[in-house]
T-cell receptor
Framework: AQSVTQLDSQVPVFEEAPVELRCNYSSSVSVYLFWYVQYPNQGLQLLLKYLSGSTLVKGINGFEAEFNKSQTSFHLRKPSVHISDTAEYFC????????????FGTGTRLQVFP | DGGITQSPKYLFRKEGQNVTLSCEQNLNHDAMYWYRQDPGQGLRLIYYSQIVNDFQKGDIAEGYSVSREKKESFPLTVTSAQKNPTAFYLCASSIRGSNQPQHFGDGTRLSIL
């Protein structure tokens, strides 16, 4: 069965510092990978997705993620965070042959301090 | 402006009552989903529908029911059989296909009085 693990439930960081939010997945077949962001009391917004091709994917708001098949990871990075990046971040995976279902990780709370 | 509308934003339920959460989309998406979100548990799939007049149970369907009579609408009923209904409920939609991202509404927060 598929699963997604977000290793850090909370990540505190100072403004303008770099950040990495970790995501590992398990699957016996090819997968598609997504990162979403959720601001308080709102729905989820797509940050970026990996479907195929280049393993480095760029998304909105200056975020990027790298797909590493051998390590089954899809870590999210930003070189310099802003206060406005404070939010919950979710990694999600879907199988390339299965239904349209997404499996979500438990989320990482990014807290940016001034 | 295309998007997903969930209503109401806040909902209160008395013990033993059924309540229905609304989800409407004007994105012309075939697939729609309902998730439950609890602190520290991420999103768990309740029901999903890939086409009108058809839907499937997700991982936590007990105590919930849905209908899909129109492409644009996918209401969720939280029945009295759901023993712990207090949560944040999110509706999403997508083009069919496992490589398609899901688009989310802003959620409904349900609380028990």
């Amino acid at each position: 069965a598929q699963s997604v693990t977000q290793l850090d439930s909370q990540v505190p960081v100072f403004e303008e510092a770099p950040v990495e939010l970790r995501c590992n997945y398990s699957s016996s077949v090819s997968v598609y990978l997504f990162w979403y962001v959720q601001y308080p009391n709102q729905g989820l917004q797509l940050l970026l997705k990996y479907l195929s091709g280049s393993t480095l994917v760029k998304g909105i708001n200056g975020f990027e993620a790298e797909f590493n098949k051998s390590q089954t990871s899809f870590h999210l990075r930003k070189p310099s965070v802003h206060i406005s990046d404070t939010a919950e971040y979710f990694c999600a995976v879907s199988q390339s042959y299965n239904t349209d279902k997404l499996i979500f990780g438990t989320g990482t709370r990014l807290q940016v301090f001034p | 402006d295309g998007g997903i509308t969930q209503s109401p934003k806040y909902l209160f339920r008395k013990e033993g009552q059924n309540v229905t959460l609304s989800c409407e989309q004007n994105l012309n998406h075939d697939a729609m989903y309902w998730y439950r979100q609890d602190p520290g548990q991420g999103l768990r799939l309740i029901y999903y529908s890939q086409i009108v007049n058809d839907f499937q149970k997700g991982d936590i369907a007990e105590g919930y029911s849905v209908s899909r009579e129109k492409k644009e609408s996918f209401p969720l009923t939280v029945t009295s059989a759901q023993k712990n209904p207090t949560a944040f409920y999110l509706c999403a939609s997508s083009i069919r296909g496992s490589n398609q991202p899901q688009h989310f509404g802003d959620g409904t927060r349900l609380s028990i009085l």
